[in-house]
C-alpha cells in the first residue's frame, strides 16, 4: 500500500514528531510505500494567489479561484509545488493527515495544503462529491495530538465529542473527497504526561496502523439515505457526526 502522511508540525522533537517516525518505521517494516509532505520543514506556502496558476489567465480582472484551478488543472499549468503534492495523493492509498489539534481545528498550513492541493479539477468537480467523490477507493486518516484531557472530548466533555470536533474534516475534507474515512488516533494531552505514558500510545499507534486493513471505516449515510434537497429522507434514524434527526 503507498501511503502518504501530510504532516504539520513545525518542531521535530514533538511529540508529533514521534508519532510521524513511529508511523514510518511500522508501515514501512510491513511492507508499504511511505512519503512525506512535512509542510512546515519544507516551507509550504499555505495562501492561494495568482502563483499558482502558471499558464494563462482564465480571467484578469477578478481572481475566481475554482475557475482558474480547474482551468489550470486540465491545461497542466499549476504550479510545481501544488503538482508535486498532487502526485503524491494521486497515488497513495491511505492519506493520514499528522497534526496537533490547534484551536479546534489543524494549523493554519494544513489548511493551506488542502485549498492549494484539493484544487477543482483534480480534488472535485460538479456531480462528483461523496459516494462519487473523485478519491472514491482511497483511504484516510486522521493522527492528532491535544492539549487537553480524554474527558474533556467526550460526548459530555466541555471541549465536546472529538468526532464531533474532527467532523468537518472527516465529513467535509476527506468524504465530500470520496475518501473512506478510518476512525482518528487521539494523543490526549502527551504533553503532561511522563515518558512511559508517551511510549504507551506510540506502542497504541503501532497496532493501530498494523490493523488498518480490518479497522471498520467511519459511518456516513450513502447518497440514498437523502432525499433530492440533499436532506435524510423521512424515517432515515441520523447515525453520522453531528447530523440529527429534525
Request: net charge negative.
Amino acid at each position: 500500500m503507498n501511503v502518504l502522511i501530510v504532516y504539520a508540525h513545525p518542531e521535530p522533537a514533538s511529540f508529533n514528531g514521534a508519532l510521524l517516525r513511529t508511523s514510518i518505521e511500522t508501515l514501512e517494516q510491513n511492507g508499504h510505500t511511505v512519503a512525506v509532505s512535512d509542510l512546515y520543514a519544507n516551507d509550504f506556502e499555505p495562501r492561494i494567489t495568482r502563483a499558482d496558476f502558471q499558464g494563462k489567465a482564465v480571467n484578469l480582472d477578478v481572481l475566481n479561484i475554482p475557475q482558474e484551478q480547474n482551468n489550470a488543472f486540465e491545461t497542466n499549468t499549476l504550479s510545481f509545488d501544488i503538482q508535486r503534492e498532487q502526485e503524491r495523493l494521486a497515488t497513495a492509498d491511505l492519506v493520514i493527515f499528522q497534526f496537533p489539534l490547534w484551536w479546534f481545528s489543524m494549523p493554519a498550513i494544513l489548511k493551506g495544503w488542502i485549498d492549494r492541493v484539493f484544487s477543482r479539477g483534480f480534488a472535485y468537480a460538479a456531480g462528483r462529491k461523496y459516494d462519487t467523490g473523485l478519491f472514491h477507493g482511497k483511504l484516510a486518516m486522521i493522527c492528532t495530538t491535544t492539549g487537553t484531557s480524554a474527558d474533556t472530548y467526550a460526548p459530555d466533555g466541555i471541549d465536546g465529542d472529538i468526532l464531533t470536533v474532527l467532523w468537518p474534516i472527516h465529513n467535509g475534507i476527506f468524504r465530500y473527497t470520496g475518501f473512506d474515512v478510518l476512525p482518528p488516533f487521539v494523543a490526549y494531552m502527551p504533553g503532561r504526561l511522563d515518558f512511559q505514558e508517551r511510549t504507551y500510545l506510540l506502542e497504541k499507534y503501532k497496532e493501530k496502523l498494523l490493523e488498518i486493513d480490518s479497522t471498520p471505516h467511519l459511518f456516513f449515510h450513502p447518497k440514498n439515505d437523502y432525499g433530492p434537497n440533499e436532506r435524510l429522507k423521512p424515517g432515515v434514524l441520523a447515525r453520522s457526526g453531528v447530523q440529527r434527526n429534525t
